[in-house]
């Protein structure tokens, strides 16, 4: 197993750990923990693409593994109030709607391949995270809403990607 792929389950293992520190207390812990996750997410890619590393474990996983770390924290911060269900909603249905689509591609033999806008939907969905459950540090102090900020654009973005994803491979449904 080469190097970016043990990165992906690396990633995959820490999330239960997050899970058990946040729901324990430790909020900043368990931040700590979400963005050194989040960081394996762009490593590995690099690493992959940088030395030639790519493989069918690491196409399958990688976006897997950024599918469950990002909606086991949603979710986590939904059942501890700190995000609107309906928010969680429209993230999981998008996730949901692409990966049945990329399923209905696959079985056709067509790749669909991660776009920019489905690439800046991740990182601002990991960045709103980190900053909730940083409790907003640093710009708590100065009153500046950037988690809720950061939240609103990863939905935003979430949307438009999933409509983006829909439009540019709406041949897959014809087929």
Not at 77 to 85: K, P, S
Not at 86 to 98: C, G, K, Q
Not at 152 to 162: D, F, K
Request: one cysteine or more; hydrophobic letters at 60%.
């Amino acid at each position: 197993m080469n190097l970016p792929n043990m990165l992906t389950l690396f990633r995959i293992a820490l999330i239960p750990v997050f899970i058990v520190l946040l729901f324990m207390g430790y909020s900043y812990v368990a931040a700590g923990i979400f963005i050194l996750a989040a960081a394996t997410d762009a490593l590995d890619g690099h690493i992959a693409r940088k030395k030639n590393l790519i493989t069918n474990f690491g196409k399958l996983m990688d976006p897997l593994a950024d599918k469950l770390l990002v909606v086991s924290a949603l979710v986590c911060l939904t059942a501890l109030g700190e995000i609107a269900a309906w928010m969680v909603i429209v993230i999981l249905a998008r996730e949901f709607t692409i990966t049945g689509l990329r399923s209905v591609a696959a079985s056709e033999g067509i790749v669909v391949a991660a776009g920019m806008s489905g690439k800046l939907k991740t990182v601002f969905q990991m960045v709103a995270i980190a900053a909730i459950l940083l409790r907003n540090w640093p710009f708590a102090y100065v009153g500046f809403p950037f988690d809720r900020i950061m939240l609103w654009i990863a939905v935003g973005l979430t949307i438009y990607s999933g409509v983006e994803y829909m439009i540019q491979n709406r041949a897959v449904f014809r087929a």
